[in-house]
Structure formats: C-alpha cells, structure tokens
C-alpha cells in the first residue's frame, strides 16, 4: 500500500472539536476527531498544515482517497517508527530480494509495534518506499508502514513518512487509537447500556461446526440506558470459543457490572451469527465492555454527557 502526491489542495478549514473526555488530553481528543490537517511537501514528506515547508502543498492520498489526518496514517499502520536512512538497495531480508528501491532504516524509536517483535531500538528494517525516490542516506522521518516480512529480520511497506519534527505528535495520536476504537464501537451500537449481569447460560451448540462461536447469553439487568433503544433487560450473546477468531470477545459472568456496547448481529456478512437467537444483541469486540468508571469518557465520545 502507497501513497503518493495529487494536486489537490489542503482543506484550509478545521473541525469544531467537543471538549476531551475526562481523563484524556484534548490533543488526543482533537486527533480523534481528525482535527490535524496533513499536507506533503515536494519530496513526499507529509506536513502538519501550516508548517513551512507545506507551501505549496498537496494533500496525501491512498488509494485515491484524501489522506486528512495523522489518526487516518496510524490507524491504517501495523508498524510507526521514528528512524534514520543507513542504506540504499540492499535488504536485510533473506526472503526479499535487493532492489534498488529499497532502503535500510535503523529504527530510533518504536512508536507502535506488534509486542512480540521486542526491543525495536537499533534494530535495521528493510522499507519499500511508497515513492521511487524514497530518502537520502542519512535522512529522518517518522515512518509510517505494514510489516511485510517477520523472521530472520524485519521488512515493511511505506505508507507515508512524516517530518521527525512530528514525532511527538505521532506519539500522541498512536496512545490515542484505542479512544477511536472505542468511538468507532459506540457509533455502530444498536444500544449502550450501563447493567449487571442477572444469568449466564450456554446456548445449544452446532455439533462439529467450522470456528464455532460456542455462544452463551447473558441476560442484563439494565441500571441506565446511555445510548439507543433497550428495556429494564437485554439479552447480550458473546462467544465463550477459544478459536483465535473468538479470542478476544469480552465474556461475561454473573453479578458482573459496566458499561456494555451492543451491536446487531450481522447474519448476512457473517454466516457463524445465524446461531444467535433472534432478539438477541451481541458483544464480539473487547471494546464492547468498560468498566463503569469509563461512565463520563463514554458519554462525552457519544456526546450524551451532561
């Protein structure tokens, strides 16, 4: 995946950000909600509007769509590193072939990566550049990529490369993911509710199905009702299956209590939720449950905060 430069001209109009939710600075906040404008410079470098060397600029794009924000960089990049240019042509990669394209950083901080990959410091990634001029020897940037390669060495494809001036920024918008995940989780919640789990019960199960769910359902007893449509209770269905597809899915005990984010389930995308009950809601994201001291921060994403 690449990005390269269009004529088109930097949206010279902000967003009216919200206040931050409590416990979140606001410039977290104004990430969230894709307050800073990006533009790139002449040699693919992409700018914060309003830094110099954004004059004239052109906006980013991926794909033919408008690349408006360091929150849109970090949430479509595996892998962000601030890093320093060592090499051309050369892969550190028994797997990728040298290529007159390719360039060796040394990654001077890790901004965000996969936690199995360790101690990223020091350590030499194989890049191809999103652009064939890519970087001079010895140049800086905050790199935005996808790894591509794991094992006797580290490669990964450019998305896009920042000045080094913006490391901090990017730093900021990477702590700030979850909060857009969890954003992202309320605007598609058929109902938010904040509730105790009454009962537990496991749901009959399709014998030798394919990545079974193995759902159970837990009835809730609703104590407040944040967001959406739902009763004084709420049948939620998750997956108690330890299938890597279903790992992650929040389960529910009895006489738990929190904030609970409920989604239809989307039967015709997804062919193993046609065994979830009609009337029946479901929670298959970990972002689906908070803890009911995250009250205040869920209100103000959804704006229902008083």
């Known amino acids: 995946m690449?990005?390269?430069?269009?004529?088109?001209?930097?949206?010279?109009?902000?967003?009216?950000?919200?206040?931050a939710p409590v416990g979140v600075s606001p410039s977290l906040f104004r990430a969230l909600q894709g307050r800073d404008r990006l533009c790139t410079d002449a040699a693919g470098v992409v700018m914060r509007r309003g830094s110099p060397s954004s004059?004239?600029?052109h906006q980013a794009t991926e794909g033919g769509v408008r690349v408006s924000s360091v929150l849109e960089l970090a949430k479509g990049s595996g892998l962000i590193f601030t890093g320093t240019v060592v090499e051309h042509g050369r892969s550190t990669v028994p797997l990728l072939a040298?290529?007159?394209?390719?360039?060796?950083?040394r990654i001077d901080?890790?901004?965000?990566?996969?936690?199995?990959?360790?101690?990223?410091?020091?350590?030499?990634?194989?890049?191809?550049?999103?652009t064939p001029a890519g970087l001079s020897i010895g140049a800086q940037a905050v790199f935005f990529t996808n790894s591509l390669i794991h094992g006797q060495g580290i490669a990964a494809r450019e998305v896009?490369?920042?000045?080094?001036?913006?490391e901090a920024a990017t730093a900021e918008t990477v702590?700030?993911?979850?909060?857009?995940?969890?954003?992202?989780?309320?605007?598609?919640?058929?109902?938010?509710?904040?509730?105790?789990?009454?009962?537990?019960?496991?749901?009959?199960?399709?014998?030798?199905?394919?990545?079974?769910?193995?759902?159970a359902a837990a009835e809730l007893n609703v104590t407040k009702v944040i967001a959406g449509n739902a009763g004084k209770t709420v049948t939620v269905c998750f997956p108690t299956s330890k299938h890597p597809m279903w790992a992650s899915a929040p389960r529910f005990r009895a006489r738990q209590r929190g904030i609970f984010i409920l989604h239809e389930p989307a039967r015709e995308q997804n062919s193993l939720l046609t065994d979830v009950p009609e009337g029946s809601l479901v929670a298959l994201d970990p972002a689906d449950f908070q803890p009911v001291q995250q009250l205040r921060q869920v209100e103000s994403l959804l704006g229902t905060g008083k």
């Open 98 to 105: 040298s290529s007159p394209d390719l360039m060796v950083v």
């Open 109 to 130: 901080r890790a901004l965000r990566a996969d936690p199995v990959l360790g101690d990223m410091r020091g350590r030499l990634v194989t890049v191809v550049p999103s």
């Open 55 to 57: 004059e004239p600029s």
């Open 175 to 215: 702590a700030a993911l979850p909060w857009e995940h969890l954003r992202e989780r309320l605007a598609d919640a058929a109902a938010v509710v904040e509730a105790q789990v009454a009962a537990v019960t496991e749901l009959e199960r399709t014998p030798f199905a394919r990545n079974a769910a193995e759902w």
């Open 160 to 166: 896009a490369h920042l000045d080094p001036s913006e």
């Open 2 to 19: 690449s990005v390269d430069t269009r004529t088109d001209r930097c949206n010279g109009q902000e967003t009216t950000g919200q206040g």
